[in-house]
């Protein structure tokens, strides 16, 4: 028997309209009739993709998209009142110069996730699929120790965490399967950035000082010594000599070895002290948060929980310690003793010294060459205790103007909602989708039948009126 496609079709008549309403109502019912007769396959083929449409965020996982935004502008009317001779380069002060590179260096991403325990989350909460998926690795390869999960988890992040350095602004997008964890991984990525921008801006600054400082206490050094030495020369007894001894290389080294531990003191005590501010402006935020909402709301457990992320110890600050102790570990093998030391502020050139240079009752060229020297020196130190001085009232500057410079107009929050997949437009697309498969399945299977089930088919087929229909 020929199929239905293969049946002479009748030539249409000149005057048939455009649509064939008499067409579509035949198509209509052998649609319907195809869909009684195989209601099991149709049935079947419209629950498994509904189904697996419904069913596909719970088995894939969800997606929750978390952005923050950081305003960094340059502020050049701050340092210029500071200090007018201030000279750096336009690309030295752009605030989201390397941005990309300081949130996404590894350091950085590995810090990220011990400060948010992001490892023990990513493994308690992943997707059923991808939990088989780690299954099936493990029977076949393996399990994977810390340090390959690490790997792994460090090579997600980078392709899951965007930063986008516009002109004055920076953003930090991140997409990740737990909420909570987003939201603590992108605020955490703010306050790091925020710390290191603060270590490059400030706290360097500070470390300048104390090289300056140990610069100019070596020079003021050379500087007694020259004036001890000059009243040997001339035979005279001084009590400079007993306060100014000649400065051994094993005391320089000493006394350098102290220059750079005193710059790293500065720099933790310059960054735990932001970090002291920051977290008085949050605590004042929560303060007011409490005077509206629960301790349950969104906005205070946001509150609560960067307050926590800034009362541990942030990377930067534990990489400053370790550098500490470093260069505290040189200074007592070196000879040096662990105590408070500190540089005081530099005082001008001893008095007794300028006399010295100055005096030119003594023709001896020797006398006359110690002064020269002397001379070099007193003007060094004087140049070096200008610097020290600009350098203060650039750090000073730069401590007051940090808060304008950088500032988050949009903070991130713990999405309610996935931004991926849409469930509302999944689950709908499922059963359009479904509804047309099944139909489709069930007019396939009365089609590939080879059967005439309807009256117009044996009409189309024959080419002549059916007159009668007996009912077996």
Do not use: C
């Amino acid at each position: 028997m020929r199929s239905v496609a293969e049946l002479p079709q009748p030539p249409a008549p000149a005057d048939a309209p455009i649509i064939d309403v008499t067409a579509l109502r035949q198509a209509g019912s052998y649609v319907r009739a195809s869909l009684r007769r195989h209601a099991v396959l149709a049935a079947s083929i419209f629950l498994w993709i509904a189904g697996g449409a419904a069913a596909a965020p719970w088995l894939l996982g969800r997606t929750y998209h978390v952005e923050a935004e950081i305003l960094a502008q340059r502020n050049q009317v701050m340092p210029a009142l500071g200090n007018p001779t201030r000279s750096v380069p336009g690309d030295a002060d752009a605030p989201t110069r390397a941005a990309t590179e300081t949130v996404l260096r590894r350091a950085n991403l590995v810090a990220l996730v011990h400060q948010t325990q992001l490892l023990e989350s990513w493994t308690a909460n992943r997707a059923p699929l991808r939990r088989l998926k780690d299954r099936v690795r493990e029977l076949v390869l393996g399990p994977l120790d810390d340090e390959e999960r690490l790997d792994a988890l460090i090579g997600l992040l980078e392709q899951r965490l965007t930063v986008r350095a516009g002109e004055g602004t920076v953003t930090l997008d991140f997409d990740w399967s737990d909420p909570q964890a987003a939201h603590r991984l992108v605020e955490a990525a703010e306050e790091n950035f925020l710390e290191a921008r603060h270590v490059a801006e400030v706290s360097t600054i500070s470390e300048a000082i104390s090289i300056l400082e140990g610069h100019a206490a070596e020079v003021r050094e050379s500087i007694l010594a020259s004036v001890a030495e000059l009243d040997r020369m001339r035979h005279r007894t001084k009590l400079v000599v007993a306060r100014a001894p000649v400065v051994r290389p094993e005391t320089e080294e000493r006394a350098q070895l102290l220059v750079l531990l005193n710059a790293k003191r500065h720099a933790i005590a310059d960054l735990e002290e932001f970090r002291r501010r920051r977290l008085a402006e949050i605590q004042a935020q929560l303060a007011q948060r409490r005077a509206s909402y629960t301790e349950i709301h969104p906005l205070v457990v946001d509150l609560k929980q960067s307050i926590e992320a800034l009362e541990r110890e942030s990377p930067q600050i534990a990489q400053l310690r370790r550098e500490e102790s470093q260069l505290a570990a040189e200074f007592e093998r070196a000879g040096g003793r662990m105590s408070n030391e500190e540089l005081a502020p530099q005082p001008p050139a001893p008095p007794e010294a300028v006399a010295l240079a100055q005096r030119s009752d003594d023709d001896d060229p020797a006398h006359e060459y110690a002064r020269a020297r002397m001379r070099f020196a007193i003007s060094k130190y004087e140049s070096l205790l200008d610097r020290i001085e600009a350098a203060r009232i650039e750090l000073d500057t730069a401590r007051a103007a940090f808060k304008y410079r950088y500032t988050v107009v949009r903070p991130s929050q713990v999405p309610r909602h996935p931004s991926r997949p849409d469930v509302p437009l999944l689950v709908l697309s499922g059963v359009i989708g479904g509804a047309l498969a099944a139909v489709g399945a069930a007019v396939s299977a009365s089609l590939l039948s080879g059967k005439l089930h309807e009256p117009w088919q044996l009409e189309r087929a024959t080419g002549l009126p059916m007159l009668g229909r007996l009912r077996a």
